[in-house]
C-alpha cells in the first residue's frame, strides 16, 4: 500500500511541475533533433535501428552472394568496395570475415538492442504506466546522442583503407588485439572497441532511465500485478543490461589495454609475424568469459522485448486475456536470471574444464522449462479465441513458432556432448537467426505495426503489411531451416568457401537456394519501408484506439503532446487484460474504467474492490 | 543502353505498383471496409496459416528426407556412435515438440479466426494445466541432460596410458604435427625458441626432443586411443575432425586435449562411404583471419602393423636440420646425434 502511495504522490509532484511549463513553446531543435521527449527519442531509435537494419541486410545479401554463388563476378562492385574486391572480382576473403562481423555487430548491438529496447522502451514506458515522461528526460537525451556517436564511428569503420573488425562479432582476443594477424584489427578495431563503449554508456543511460520510471512513475493504481507484460519485459531487459552491460566494458577496456598499452590480460605466448611477443600469463579465454557473461544475457536483452510486445498484441488481438499472466511473469523472471550463469554453454570446447561444461550443461537445460512454459501460454492464448489478423498480429504468430524451432535446437546445443560435434557449424547460425535474429526482428516489426498509429496518427496499410508478412515469413524460414541440414553436415561457419574440403562438397545447390531466398527476403523489406515512410505522411488518420485495446497509451489524444494527456493522467482500475469478459457489453474493458463502473462483469472478488473504490472516492 | 533499358523498365513498374495501390487504398474507403472489425482478409491469413501448416510440413519431411545422405556423416569414432545416437533421439523428441506445438498454433489461429457471432472464452489461468505443462518439460529435459552428462564425463575423461600421443600445433594458415618418436615422449617446447624452422620452438635441452618427428600428414593407428595434444602459436584455431566427432579450440599459451579411438581405417571408410577417393579431413572452426576456411590436413587412419612400421621408417626432425644440433648443451651433444638417427661424434 506505502509504495503505491508514494508512487500517487510523484505522479501528482510530477503532474504540477508539468503544469508550470506547459506554455513554453519549444524550437525545432528542441522538439524534434535535441528533444527531451520520450516518443521523439523513442522515435529517433526507431529510425537509427531501421537505417542499420537495411546496413546490416545488405552486409548478409553480399557475403549470401558469395556462399551461394562462389566466385560470382563483383566487379561492379568495385566503385563501392575498392581493393575488396580482387582482381578477378572476387571478394576479399578478409573482408568476407569483416563484414560477417560487422552484420553480427550491428544486428545484435544496433537494430535489436538499441533499435528495439531503444525505440519501444522509450516509446512505451511512460505511456503505459501513465507517466508524463521518462524519469530523466536529459539524461534520456543523452542516451540517445552517445548511441548516436557510437552510430557514426561505427559506419566510419566501414570505410576505413584497413577495414571495420574482423575478428567476429565476438571479437575474441589475440585475433583482434593484433593487427599483425588481421588487418581488421588495426584502426577497425579501435574504432569498433570505442563505438562500442559509447553504446554500452547509451544502454545504461537508458537502463537505469527505465528502471526508474517504472518503479516511480506509475499512475495511480497502476500496481506491478497490473503491470501490461510489455512494461515488464522492459523492465526486466533493462535489469538484465545493467548487470551485463558492464562487465563487457570491462573486457573492452582489458582489451584496448593489451591493444595499447602493452599488457598481457589476455595474450600470452604469441609467435606472429616472425617475432616472438614478450606477453606472458594472460589467457585468451578469460576473454570469452568476460565476454559471454554479457554475450549470453544479451540474447534475452534483444529475446525479452519482443516477447513482451508480442504478449500484449497476442492478447489484444485474440481478444482474450494472455493466458497465465502470473507465469508469464514469473518465467520471464527466471529467464532473466537463468540468463546469468549459463554464459560458458558458448565454451564447451575452448579448453575450458570439462567439469564446468557438465554444470553449464545443467543450467543451461533448466533455462528451457520457463522457455517452454512461455510458448504453451502463448499457444493457449489463442485458443478460442476471436483473431483479428492484423499485421502485428500477424509477425507475432510467426514470432512464437520462431521462438519454438530456434529454442529446440538449443535443446541439442545446450547438450555438451552433442554440441562437440556441432559447436561454430552452420547449425549454431541456424539456431540464433532463428529464436534470436527472426523472432526478436519480428517482434520490432510487431511493435512497429501495433504501435505506429500512436507514434505518427495514422494507421500503415493493412494489405501491404499482410504481403510483407507473408514474404518475410516464408522467406525467413526458407534462408534459415536449411541452414540446420549444412550444419548437421558439418560445415564450419564464418567460411569464405568451402570448395577445398571434401567433407563440405555436398549442398551447393541448398546454399544457392538459401541465398536467393535471402535476397527476396531482403527486398521484401522495401515494401514494408515504403508502406511505412508513405504511411508517416499519406496514411489514414488513425482512429483513438485502433485496436479497440485496454492499456493506457490509446487513452491519449491522437497525437499526444509533451506531456502524454492534456488533462489529468487516468487513474488505473484493472489489470489490462480483461478482453471479452463474461457479461461485459464491449469485447474489452480499458484499464481506466472503474470496477464499480462494470457491475455487470465483474468477478467475485473484484465486487468487493469495487465497493472499496466507491468508498474512497467519497 | 539495356542498362538504361533495365533501369526505366524497373522505375515503370514501380510506378505501376505504386498506383495499383493507391487506387485498391480509395476502393478499399470507398467500400467502407476500413470499418468492419475483419474482413475477408482476415479469412484469408487463417486460411494461409493452415496452408503453410501443411505444405511446411510436407517440405519439412521431403527436405529432411532427402538431405539425410549428407547429414552427420558416418561416425569412425567409438564415442562418435554414442553422441550420434544421443543427438539423433534428441532430434526425435524436439521433432514431435516441433510438429505438435506447430499443429496446435497454426491450427488454433485458424479455427479461432473472427467472427461476429462468437465471443472469446474469458480463460486467464489454470493452475492445473500450467503445472503439467511446466513438469513434462522438466522430466524430458532431466532425461536428456544425465544422458548427456555420463557420455560428456566419458568423453572427456582423462586418456588412457597407452594413449599414442600427437602433438598439433595451429598456427596462421596450417596444422603441423610432431610424434614423440622411440622414446614415446614429446619434447618439451618453449615459443621464444620458434624461429622459421623450427616452428614448435622445440627445446634442445631437453632430451626427450632428440628424436621427436613432424611428418607431413597425420597417421594414427585404428582401434587404439589417440591422444591430440593441441597448441596454437598466434591466435586461436580450433581442430575439427568431423568424422571423429571431435574438436578442441587450440589457444596460444594453454594446451589442450582431446582423445578418441578411431574406428576405421582410411580405407575402410573408402568402402563404407562408396567413394574411393574418400579422406579423413581436419578443418579449422575457430575464426583465425584471411585463411581460416583453408586450413586443410589430411588424417590417414592405418591398421596398427602399418602404422607401427610407418612410425619407425620416420627420421627425426632433428636429423633433417642438424645445425639445431649446435643448440643441444655439450654434454648431451652425444646423446642428441644418437637418437636423431645420425652419426656421433666419437669417430672422429
Ligand atoms: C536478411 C537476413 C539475414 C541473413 C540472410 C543472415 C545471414 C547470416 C549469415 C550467412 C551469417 C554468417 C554465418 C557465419 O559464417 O558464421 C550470419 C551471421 C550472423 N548473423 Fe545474420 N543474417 C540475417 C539477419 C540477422 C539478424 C536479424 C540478426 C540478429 C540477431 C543476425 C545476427 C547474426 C550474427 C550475430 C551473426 C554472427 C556473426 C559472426 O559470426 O561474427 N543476422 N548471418
Ligand atoms: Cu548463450
Ligand atoms: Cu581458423
Known amino acids: 500500500m506505502a509504495s ?34 520520450h516518443k521523439t527519442i523513442g522515435k529517433q531509435f526507431l529510425f537509427t535501428g531501421i537505417f542499420w537494419a537495411i546496413i546490416g541486410g545488405l552486409l548478409s545479401v553480399l557475403f549470401r552472394i558469395q556462399l551461394g554463388f562462389p566466385g560470382a563476378d563483383l566487379t561492379f562492385l568495385k566503385p563501392l568496395l575498392g581493393g575488396w574486391i580482387t582482381a578477378e572480382g572476387t571478394l576479399d576473403p578478409e573482408f568476407y570475415l569483416a563484414m560477417v562481423t560487422m552484420h553480427g555487430t550491428i544486428m545484435v548491438f544496433f537494430v535489436l538492442t538499441a533499435g528495439l529496447s531503444g525505440t519501444f522502451s522509450n516509446f512505451l514506458i511512460p505511456l503505459q504506466v501513465g507517466a508524463r515522461d521518462m524519469a530523466s528526460g536529459f539524461m534520456n537525451m543523452l542516451s540517445y546522442w552517445f548511441f548516436f556517436v557510437s552510430s557514426v564511428i561505427m559506419f566510419i569503420s566501414l570505410f576505413i583503407k584497413t577495414g ?63 503491470l501490461p507484460l510489455t512494461i515488464w519485459a522492459f523492465f526486466l531487459t533493462a535489469v538484465i543490461g545493467l548487470l551485463s552491460f558492464p562487465v563487457l566494458f570491462s573486457a573492452a577496456l582489458l582489451l584496448i589495454f593489451d591493444r595499447s598499452f602493452g599488457t598481457s590480460f589476455y595474450l600470452s605466448e604469441i609467435y606472429i609475424g616472425g617475432e616472438a611477443l614478450p606477453n606472458m600469463g594472460g589467457s585468451p579465454i578469460l ?38 499472466y502470473k507465469a508469464m511473469v514469473l518465467s520471464m523472471v527466471a529467464i532473466g536470471f537463468l540468463s546469468f550463469i549459463v554464459w560458458a554453454h558458448h565454451m564447451f570446447v575452448t579448453g575450458m574444464n570439462p567439469f564446468l561444461g557438465s554444470v553449464f550443461m545443467l543450467l543451461t537445460l533448466i533455462i528451457a522449462v520457463p522457455s517452454a512454459v512461455k510458448a504453451f501460454n502463448y499457444i493457449t492464448t489463442l485458443w478460442k479465441g476471436n483473431i483479428v489478423f492484423t ?61 505506429f498509429p500512436k507514434m505518427f496518427g495514422r494507421m500503415m496499410d493493412e ?16 534462408v534459415f531451416f536449411p541452414l540446420h541440414y549444412i550444419g548437421i553436415a558439418g560445415f564450419p561457419r564464418r567460411y569464405y568457401s568451402f570448395t577445398s574440403y571434401d567433407a563440405f562438397s555436398s549442398f551447393t545447390d541448398l546454399n544457392m537456394f538459401v541465398s536467393i531466398s535471402a535476397i527476396i527476403t531482403f527486398s521484401a523489406q522495401f515494401i514494408f519501408l515504403f508502406n511505412f515512410i508513405y504511411s508517416i505522411f499519406r496514411g489514414r488518420l488513425a482512429p483513438a484506439n485502433p485496436w479497440r485495446s485496454n492499456t493506457l497509451e490509446w487513452t491519449t489524444p491522437r497525437i499526444p503532446e509533451h506531456g502524454n494527456w492534456p488533462g489529468k493522467i487516468p487513474t488505473v482500475y484493472r489489470w489490462p487484460y480483461d478482453y471479452s469478459k463474461p457479461g461485459a457489453p464491449e469485447d474489452f474493458i480499458p484499464q481506466n474504467v472503474p470496477l464499480s463502473a462494470t457491475p455487470e462483469s465483474n468477478l467475485e472478488n473484484e465486487m468487493e474492490e469495487a465497493q472499496k473504490e466507491q468508498v474512497a472516492a467519497h | ?28 474507403v470507398l467500400k467502407g471496409s476500413y470499418h468492419q472489425r475483419a474482413g475477408y482478409s482476415n479469412k484469408v491469413n487463417a486460411f494461409l496459416f493452415m496452408a503453410f501448416l501443411v505444405f511446411g510440413l510436407i517440405a519439412l519431411y521431403w527436405s529432411y528426407t532427402s538431405s539425410t545422405k549428407d547429414f552427420l556423416p558416418e561416425s569412425a ?155 596454437a602459436v598466434d591466435v586461436l584455431h580450433s581442430v575439427f575432425l568431423p568424422h571423429f566427432r571431435q574438436k578442441m579450440d587450440a589457444v596460444p599459451g594453454m594446451m589442450t586435449t582431446f582423445h578418441f579411438v578411431p574406428k576405421y581405417t582410411t ?53 633433417s636440420n642438424p645445425d639445431y644440433i649446435a643448440s643441444v648443451p655439450h654434454s648431451m651433444k652425444n646423446l642428441a646425434l644418437e637418437k636423431a638417427g645420425l652419426e656421433t661424434e666419437t669417430s672422429n
Open chain 2, 1 to 28: 543502353m539495356t542498362n538504361f533499358l533495365i533501369v526505366s523498365a524497373l522505375i515503370l513498374l514501380l510506378a505501376i505498383l505504386f498506383l495499383v495501390f493507391r487506387i485498391q487504398t480509395l476502393v478499399s
Open chain 1, 391 to 451: 499485421p502485428a498480429m500477424l509477425f507475432s504468430i510467426a514470432l512464437v513458432s520462431f521462438f519454438i524451432s530456434g529454442g529446440l535446437t538449443g535443446i541439442i546445443l545446450g547438450n555438451s556432448a552433442l554440441d562437440i560435434q556441432l559447436h561454430d557449424t552452420y547449425f549454431v547460425v541456424a539456431h540464433f537467426h532463428l529464436v534470436m535474429g527472426s523472432a526478436s526482428f519480428f517482434g520490432l516489426m510487431a511493435g512497429v505495426y501495433h504501435w
Open chain 1, 287 to 324: 576473454f570469452q568469459h568476460l565476454f559471454w557473461f554479457l554475450g549470453h544475457p544479451e540474447v534475452y536483452i534483444v529475446l525479452l522485448p519482443a516477447l513482451g510486445i508480442t504478449s500484449e498484441i497476442i492478447a489484444t488481438n485474440s481478444r482474450k486475456p494472455i493466458f497465465g
Open chain 2, 267 to 319: 580405407e575402410e571408410m573408402r568402402a563404407i562411404t562408396g567413394n574411393p577417393k574418400f579422406n579423413y579431413e581436419l578443418a579449422c572452426t575457430e575464426i583465425c583471419g584471411r585463411g581460416h576456411f583453408a586450413m586443410r590436413m589430411i588424417v590417414v587412419v592405418e591398421e596398427e602393423d602399418a602404422y607401427n612400421k610407418w612410425y619407425k621408417e620416420q627420421k627425426s626432425w632433428l636429423s
Open chain 1, 463 to 478: 494489405k501491404l503489411g499482410y504481403i510483407h508478412f507473408w514474404l518475410t515469413f516464408v522467406g525467413v524460414y526458407l
Open chain 2, 77 to 231: 569414432s567409438e564415442h562418435g556412435v554414442i553422441t550420434d545416437k544421443l543427438f539423433w533421439i534428441t532430434m526425435g523428441i524436439i521433432t514431435i515438440a516441433f510438429v505438435v506445438t506447430h499443429v496446435l498454433l497454426f491450427y488454433f489461429a485458424y479455427r479461432y479466426q473472427y467472427s461476429d457471432k462468437r465471443k472469446a472464452e474469458f480463460f486467464p489461468d489454470n493452475t492445473k494445466l500450467e503445472i503439467i505443462w511446466t513438469i513434462i518439460p522438466a522430466v524430458v529435459m532431466a532425461g536428456l541432460v544425465f544422458s548427456g552428462l555420463k557420455i560428456w564425463t566419458d568423453i572427456t575423461a582423462p586418456a588412457p596410458e597407452n594413449a599414442t600421443l600427437v602433438e598439433i600445433k595451429g598456427k596462421q594458415f596450417g596444422w603441423q604435427v610432431r610424434y614423440a618418436g622411440s622414446d614415446g615422449k614429446i619434447g618439451g617446447y618453449d615459443y621464444r625458441l620458434i624461429d622459421a624452422t623450427n616452428t614448435f620452438g622445440m627445446d634442445f635441452s631437453d632430451k626427450s626432443n632428440f628424436d621427436d618427428f613432424v611428418p607431413r600428414e597425420i597417421r594414427l593407428p585404428k582401434g587404439k586411443p589417440v591422444q591430440f595434444n593441441i597448441r
Open chain 1, 164 to 226: 571495420p573488425a574482423a575478428g567476429g562479432w565476438v571479437i575474441y582476443p589475440p585475433l583482434s588485439a593484433l593487427p599483425q594477424a588481421i588487418s581488421g584489427s588495426g584502426l577497425g578495431m579501435t574504432l569498433w572497441l570505442v563505438s562500442m563503449a559509447l553504446f554500452i554508456v547509451s544502454s545504461l543511460l537508458g537502463g537505469i532511465n527505465y528502471i526508474t520510471t517504472v518503479i516511480n512513475l506509475r499512475t495511480q493504481g497502476m500496481t506491478f500485478s497490473r
Open chain 1, 4 to 37: 503505491s502511495a508514494v508512487s500517487t504522490s510523484t505522479a501528482h509532484a510530477h503532474d504540477t511541475h508539468h503544469d508550470e511549463h506547459e506554455h513554453h513553446e519549444l524550437s525545432f531543435i528542441r522538439k524534434y533533433v535535441f528533444s527531451e521527449d
